[in-house]
């Protein structure tokens, strides 16, 4: 009978510890974590990139919360949010140490507005977002712009790696994007001083100014960043794809463009070149850009990027 008693409570315990660990794993498998959404990393800072429309004042773009967990909530949950100017501070610093004029500033507010800050995730979802609204129209191509978000408040679980958000915005328009790089394939001739026509070849990276208006460097020169205010011209397009082609910037030392229309092959215009097998977004520019210490060179080029309808559509 002893044995027997002590049988009995060594099977009690071990049932009382299954249930216990049985106890535990439900738990976790079941606990609600909320997570502000981002699509890109570094170190720490986790970041939410949207490319906004130019021309659509203002552009919207979301930022979202999830729960995770086995079962799906029973009952709302709301986040709180506040913006985070140390987040913003500690992501500089991160990156750019003590080199502060490297520093990115956040957006300035006069640029967007929020519906609201809370983030509610209704019942039976996983999911929500709140709305955000930025005019991206002249802003910089070659600027960062962020917003810093943290999670203030909220009445479920955070997951502590995903409390903070920095919102990056991009713009587009239908020629280009700063958010990857976009080179078109540049095919001419160049004549320098009025001597012989040389033939180029290079990629030709564009940049988005407007829903209507690229950037781009002048000839053959190849793209560098403390070139933009000496060697860019602006191409604005307008009704039927004429191509009106300008100086951009204004710093001193940048170039003089002038337009020449008339060419047959190169007559400044956009157009979609559709060659049955491939199809391309295409520029035929035709100008001549002036040095500040006054040679001129007359450019005559094809701008060629791929152009995928279907894919773009999506």
């Not at 300035?108 to 996983?126: F, G, V, W």
């Not at 794809?241 to 170039?255: A, I, P």
């Not at 070149?273 to 002036?290: A, M, N, Q, S």
Request: net charge negative.
């Amino acid at each position: 009978m002893k044995y027997l008693n002590i049988s009995i409570i060594i099977i009690f315990v071990v049932a009382l510890s299954a249930c216990n660990r049985d106890e535990i794993f439900e738990r976790e498998q079941y606990k609600h974590i909320v997570s502000l959404l981002s699509n890109k990393t570094e170190g720490v800072f986790n970041i939410f990139e949207e490319e906004l429309d130019l021309g659509e004042e203002p552009s919207v773009g979301y930022i979202a919360a999830s729960c995770g967990g086995s079962l799906a909530i029973t009952e709302p949950i709301t986040i709180h949010l506040v913006k985070d100017l140390d987040l913003l501070n500690d992501y500089n610093y991160s990156i750019y140490e003590n080199r502060a004029d490297l520093y990115v500033k956040p957006l300035s507010p006069d640029r967007y507005s929020i519906d609201t800050l809370q983030i509610i995730i209704p019942a039976n979802e996983r999911n929500g977002k709140t709305q955000i609204r930025v005019n991206v129209n002249k802003l910089s191509p070659d600027s960062i712009y962020l917003i810093p978000f943290r999670i203030e408040q909220t009445n479920c679980e955070i997951n502590p790696t995903k409390a903070t958000l920095l919102y990056r915005v991009y713009m587009k328009n239908f020629y280009a994007t700063n958010k990857t790089i976009v080179e078109y394939q540049h095919l001419g001739e160049m004549s320098v001083g009025g001597g012989m026509p040389q033939v180029t070849m290079m990629n030709k990276r564009v940049f988005p100014l407007s829903k209507n208006t690229v950037r781009m460097f002048a000839g053959n020169q190849p793209y560098n960043v403390a070139l933009i205010n000496t060697w860019s011209i602006k191409a604005e397009i307008g009704d039927g794809g004429k191509v009106t082609l300008s100086s951009w910037g204004n710093s001193n030392d940048r170039l003089q463009i002038t337009q020449i229309d008339g060419d047959e092959y190169y007559p400044n215009v956009f157009m979609i070149e559709d060659l049955g097998y491939i199809t391309y977004k295409t520029f035929l520019l035709c100008y001549k850009y002036t040095e500040p210490n006054g040679s001129s060179t007359i450019v005559k080029e094809r701008l060629r990027l791929e152009y995928k309808p279907n894919l773009d559509k999506k």
